[in-house]
């Protein structure tokens, strides 16, 4: 694995000017476990994307799937990525969503690890055959079209796809956890 940088190579914005772009779309971000900042205040610095990638990301987090199932897919990739930030950041949500540390810790492990519902072990193995084959073989497919309806199953393709792009950016651009945000080792 690429070692990540340990540093940003592209700072976060520290403080917006007042009534300047960046204020107004920082503005609008809202967060459900506190300070996701460095995150946000990096991808600023592109207006235009910030504005258009913020939505749909946002959409991804409220949308058809449940919670405690988004955040097992997000978690996975995220961990299948390497990128701590992001796994960081879905630790917190995913504690909202339901999910215990032990099943986080047990997420690392994969979908063979013992101890999952076939249900949750099912969208660790999506995960896991999106991130090394760019595509959900039929066995797996049939299972989820068996649990999910048309639109989940878009939005959980969606889902994991997205989160590998925030993970190649957030790793790339070295964003860095916020204090109290936890690591792979939390």
Request: glycine share 10%; hydrophobic share 40%; aromatic share 6%.
């Amino acid at each position: 694995m690429t070692d990540r940088p340990r540093s940003p190579r592209i700072a976060p914005l520290s403080a917006p000017q007042p009534g300047s772009q960046a204020e107004e779309l920082l503005g609008s971000v809202t967060t459900t476990t506190g300070p996701a900042t460095n995150i946000f205040r990096t991808l600023v610095r592109h207006p235009g994307l910030f504005r258009r990638w913020l939505p749909f990301g946002g959409k991804l987090l409220a949308g058809k799937l449940p919670a405690r199932d988004r955040e097992l897919a997000i978690l996975r990739t995220g961990w299948r990525c390497g990128s701590e930030y992001e796994w960081g950041q879905h630790v917190l949500i995913g504690r909202a969503a339901g999910l215990t540390d032990e099943e986080i810790l047990r997420i690392q492990a994969g979908p063979a690890a013992p101890g999952w519902e076939p249900s949750d072990a099912l969208l660790l193995r999506a995960a896991d055959e999106l991130h090394d084959d760019s595509c959900i073989q039929e066995s797996t497919w049939s299972e989820l079209a068996a649990r999910y309806d048309d639109r989940q199953l878009i939005e959980l393709l969606m889902l994991i796809g997205h989160y590998h792009m925030v993970a190649y950016t957030l790793n790339s651009l070295g964003v860095q956890r916020e204090p109290g945000v936890p690591g792979f080792t939390s």
